[in-house]
Structure formats: structure tokens, C-alpha cells
């Protein structure tokens, strides 16, 4: 049974920093993982999926990479701004394309 | 709007009765899926649909919860004799029919039991 999990559960850092999120998987065996954004009280906005055969995503100020040896992900926000207050999502995908979530980590960018 | 669309966006009720949802997906998806999610936690998984056959069910989705798809668009879900336990953000995403595409989420109706 895959289990995700997201660390830290919260981060608050002054505007303009460079920022890390993580997310730990343990069934490697996923095919893809899924990073989103959500904001309070909303739904769900993808930011980023990569794909089991590749190694990291772009988009913008984010960058996210996938190491299935270790089970791990990363999120990367570059210059962060007050607008990218909100909690982020990791999923692992499996064979059924079901998402199984980690808990989120919520961000505050202070400016 | 091109997206998934949910309705209600709350729901407020008692305890013991019934209230259902209602997911649109996005028009050209075929796999439609529903998950809930509880403050401060991600979302959990309960089923999913490929066009109008339910492929598979959470052991989240108890008895009293009832998900249908009657024409492989629109899907409902149906949660009976609701319990204080069943509060909670009721999240539908749809998908294509392709290796893993990306599922986009649709605003979600939350849920009070009162």
C-alpha cells in the first residue's frame, strides 16, 4: 500500500527566498507523481507531473524532480512571492492512475 | 468554463439524512474520480469510473455511500443516513484515457453534518 509523505507540514519564509518541499514515497513502483497546488478552501490546481521514465519537471519558478530509487521528490520554488501562499500536494500515481496524497505542506511567503 | 465543475459548492444537513453531489466533467474525459478530503489533511481516494462502469472503491466508501455515472458523463455520489464523520470537501477529477494523464480537479462541495 503506497503511503506518501510531506515534509515540512508547514513553512513560512520572507518573500523572495528560494524554497524546498519534500515528498517521500514508499511503494517505487509508482508511474508517475503529481505536484499540486491548492488553495484555501478550493480544489486542486496541477502544477507539475513527471512522468516514471524521467527525472524532474519545469515550469516557471517551479521545478520539480522524481528519484524512484529513493522514493523521494522535490518541489523547488524559486524567488517565492506572497501569491504562492497556499498548500502543496504531492501524489504518486499508480498502475490505475489513482492518486495517493501526502498531506500537504502549507506555505506562507511573508513579504 | 471548460473545467470540472461541482454542485453544490456546500452543503449543510443533519444527521440522518441523505444528500448527493453532482460532478461534470471535463466533456471529452472519459475516467471521472472522487475523493474526500478532511481539514488539514490530502485527499483520499473513494472510487473512480471509466466512461460509466465503476472500477473500483475505496474501503472508505462504506455502505452508506453510493456512487453513479448512468451515462458515462455526469457522475453522482450519494451518501445515506449521513453521519457527523462524513463533514468533509467532496473532490471529483476527471482524466483522459491515455497512460497515466494528468487529472484535473474540480472545486469540490464541502460537506457540514450538523
Known amino acids: 500500500k503506497q503511503e506518501v509523505t510531506q515534509i515540512p507540514a508547514a513553512l513560512s519564509v520572507p518573500e523572495g527566498e528560494n524554497l524546498v518541499l519534500n515528498c517521500s514515497f514508499t511503494d517505487s513502483a509508482i508511474y508517475n507523481l503529481q505536484w499540486f497546488r491548492q488553495d484555501p478552501g478550493k480544489g486542486l490546481t496541477s502544477l507539475l507531473l513527471i512522468q516514471s521514465s524521467q527525472r524532474e519537471q519545469t515550469s516557471g519558478r517551479l521545478n520539480a524532480s522524481l528519484d524512484k530509487s529513493s522514493g523521494r521528490s522535490t518541489l523547488y520554488i524559486a524567488a517565492s512571492q506572497p501569491g504562492d501562499s497556499a498548500t502543496y500536494l504531492c501524489?504518486?500515481?499508480?498502475?490505475?492512475?489513482?492518486?495517493?496524497f501526502g498531506g500537504g505542506t502549507r506555505l506562507m511567503v511573508k513579504p | 468554463d471548460t473545467g470540472v465543475s461541482q454542485n453544490p459548492r456546500h452543503k449543510i444537513t443533519k444527521r440522518g439524512q441523505n444528500v448527493t453531489f453532482r460532478c461534470d466533467p471535463i466533456s471529452e474525459h472519459n475516467r471521472l474520480y472522487w475523493y474526500r478530503q478532511t481539514l488539514g489533511q490530502g485527499p483520499e481516494f473513494l472510487t473512480y469510473f471509466q466512461n460509466e462502469a465503476q472500477l473500483e472503491k475505496s474501503r472508505l466508501l462504506s455502505d452508506r455511500f453510493s456512487a453513479e455515472r448512468p451515462k458515462g458523463s455526469f457522475s453522482t455520489l450519494e451518501i445515506q443516513r449521513t453521519e457527523q464523520g462524513d463533514s468533509a470537501m467532496y473532490l471529483c477529477?476527471?482524466?483522459?484515457?491515455?497512460?497515466?494523464?494528468?487529472?484535473?480537479f474540480g472545486p469540490g462541495t464541502r460537506l457540514l453534518v450538523l
Open positions: 501524489a504518486g500515481v499508480n498502475a490505475g492512475n489513482m492518486l495517493t
Open positions: 477529477a476527471s482524466s483522459l484515457l491515455l497512460s497515466r494523464e494528468t487529472q484535473y
